[in-house]
């Protein structure tokens, strides 16, 4: 285990004991966060030269699976923080300036990670109503203003809005046939206005609210250095937006697990046959789904962007999210009526779980990109864009 996948254990039963407190109030898990940032994890994707822990994309998914055991709505926020800072950091100098990107870029690359390093968190404002998190259908716009850029829109699903210190927003451009989607690091202040709407099913610490934006950002925000590298950005190396989120929730089918053995050892229902195979069945899906997730990872470390990796990511995200729900609804039948009560870990566990195949890219999604792969198809072209 990672030193940072063992500080992330360490913290993670604190996070179970407040869990059930945010997940009832809808409130953002702010003690979890200050005990993240405290631990330094904040940093856990930003170079050492920069005052972080350098670690690997490996490295990242082991920690937010030990931080999903404890709370999976605490590990989502901080699953959209490591996704600006992680795709910030592993994006290779001369990846980067093939792209286009000028100079100036890691300059300012390097501000927001030693930020990140010194406990800034960012969240990302991407998804919008009809649209969801399709890139191409995005109707934020931005345009040229004085030396910044204005940017005008509705965001929702804003994990950890509020409490961020930056957004990740991507918009598209008013000028251009078509036109160009990119991504802006906006700073947290006037023009971002949250509006509380969060009131969901599950993950309901989150606080993923929307966010109405009207904002003039400054010349650096426009990350990459150059307009229209985000739908590239995503086909090309997606795991940031597609397997990040599978290391969540296989943490949090595997706290399901967890839940279920300590209610059955209290409750004394360990006897019986249907249950014990209950618990067998779904200890091996999450294993299975883990090594799944484990593997994917090593790929995007050793070869990021390559076409078996990039397959890899997407099984990835696909056995998380279907592994979550099942494991979750298996062991809330095992454990039996009395676990479905308000309040009760397994209870909340479940309506956590219920939402990963919906997290991007949905399961449907991930399923369509893996069977044109094997049919001999490109996944990336289509009638329906993807981003």
Same mark, same amino acid.
């Given at each position: 285990?990672?030193?940072? &996948?063992? %500080?992330?254990?360490? =913290? +993670?039963? $604190?996070?179970? @004991?407040? #869990?059930?407190?945010?997940?009832?109030?809808? /409130? !953002?898990?702010?003690?979890?966060?200050?005990?993240?940032?405290?631990?330094?994890?904040?940093?856990?994707?930003?170079?050492?030269?920069?005052?972080?822990?350098?670690?690997?994309?490996?490295?990242?998914?082991?920690?937010?699976?030990?931080?999903?055991?404890?709370?999976?709505?605490?590990?989502?926020?901080?699953?959209?923080? &490591?996704? %600006?800072?992680?795709? =910030? +950091?592993? $994006?290779?100098? @001369?990846? #980067?300036?093939?792209?286009?990107?000028?100079? /100036? !870029?890691?300059?300012?690359?390097?501000?927001?990670?030693?930020?990140?390093?010194?406990?800034?968190?960012?969240?990302?404002?991407?998804?919008?109503?009809?649209?969801?998190?399709?890139?191409?259908?995005?109707?934020?716009?931005?345009?040229?203003?004085?030396?910044?850029?204005?940017?005008?829109?509705?965001?929702?699903?804003?994990?950890?809005?509020?409490?961020?210190? +930056?957004?990740?927003?991507?918009?598209?451009?008013?000028?251009?046939?078509?036109?160009?989607?990119?991504?802006?690091?906006?700073?947290?202040?006037?023009?971002?206005?949250?509006?509380?709407?969060?009131?969901?099913?599950?993950?309901?610490?989150?606080?993923?609210?929307?966010?109405?934006?009207?904002?003039?950002?400054?010349?650096?925000?426009?990350?990459?250095?150059?307009?229209?590298?985000?739908?590239?950005?995503?086909?090309?190396?997606?795991?940031?937006?597609? +397997?990040?989120?599978?290391?969540?929730?296989?943490?949090?089918?595997?706290?399901?697990?967890?839940?279920?053995?300590?209610?059955?050892?209290?409750?004394?229902?360990?006897?019986?046959?249907?249950?014990?195979?209950?618990?067998?069945?779904?200890?091996?899906?999450?294993?299975?789904?883990?090594?799944?997730?484990?593997?994917?990872?090593?790929?995007?470390?050793?070869?990021?962007?390559?076409?078996?990796?990039?397959?890899?990511?997407?099984?990835?995200?696909?056995?998380?999210?279907?592994?979550?729900?099942?494991?979750?609804?298996?062991?809330?039948?095992?454990?039996?009526?009395?676990?479905?009560?308000?309040?009760?870990?397994?209870?909340?566990?479940?309506?956590?779980?219920?939402?990963?195949?919906?997290?991007?890219?949905?399961?449907?999604?991930?399923?369509?990109?893996?069977?044109?792969?094997?049919?001999?198809?490109?996944?990336?072209?289509?009638?329906?864009?993807?981003?």
């Amino acid at each position: 285990m990672s030193a940072s &996948a063992a %500080v992330a254990r360490e =913290l +993670a039963p $604190t996070f179970a @004991d407040r #869990a059930a407190e945010h997940d009832r109030e809808g /409130s !953002f898990p702010k003690a979890d966060f200050d005990a993240i940032r405290a631990a330094g994890l904040l940093g856990l994707m930003v170079p050492e030269r920069l005052g972080g822990a350098g670690a690997s994309f490996r490295e990242y998914t082991d920690a937010a699976y030990e931080l999903a055991r404890g709370n999976g709505a605490t590990a989502l926020i901080y699953n959209m923080h &490591a996704s %600006v800072t992680g795709a =910030l +950091a592993t $994006t290779p100098d @001369d990846l #980067a300036r093939a792209l286009g990107a000028p100079e /100036s !870029f890691f300059a300012a690359r390097d501000r927001v990670l030693r930020a990140a390093a010194d406990g800034a968190l960012y969240a990302v404002a991407m998804s919008e109503h009809g649209a969801g998190s399709r890139f191409s259908a995005m109707t934020t716009t931005y345009e040229r203003e004085g030396e910044g850029w204005r940017l005008r829109g509705h965001k929702t699903f804003c994990s950890g809005a509020g409490h961020a210190d +930056a957004y990740l927003v991507v918009a598209r451009s008013l000028d251009g046939d078509p036109p160009r989607v990119s991504q802006f690091l906006v700073p947290a202040g006037e023009g971002l206005m949250v509006q509380p709407t969060w009131d969901s099913l599950g993950m309901r610490a989150t606080g993923s609210h929307d966010i109405e934006i009207d904002c003039l950002a400054p010349a650096d925000a426009l990350l990459g250095g150059v307009e229209g590298l985000a739908v590239l950005l995503a086909q090309v190396m997606p795991q940031w937006l597609v +397997a990040s989120y599978a290391a969540v929730y296989v943490g949090v089918a595997r706290s399901a697990v967890d839940e279920a053995v300590a209610h059955l050892q209290r409750r004394s229902l360990t006897h019986l046959p249907a249950v014990r195979a209950r618990v067998g069945r779904a200890d091996a899906l999450v294993e299975a789904a883990r090594l799944a997730v484990t593997a994917a990872a090593g790929r995007v470390d050793d070869a990021p962007g390559d076409s078996e990796t990039n397959r890899a990511v997407y099984q990835a995200k696909l056995l998380a999210g279907e592994t979550a729900q099942t494991v979750a609804a298996s062991m809330l039948e095992a454990a039996g009526t009395s676990a479905t009560r308000r309040g009760h870990p397994l209870e909340r566990i479940f309506r956590d779980a219920r939402c990963g195949s919906l997290q991007p890219a949905t399961s449907d999604v991930c399923a369509d990109w893996l069977g044109a792969a094997a049919l001999g198809l490109d996944p990336n072209a289509g009638e329906v864009s993807r981003w």
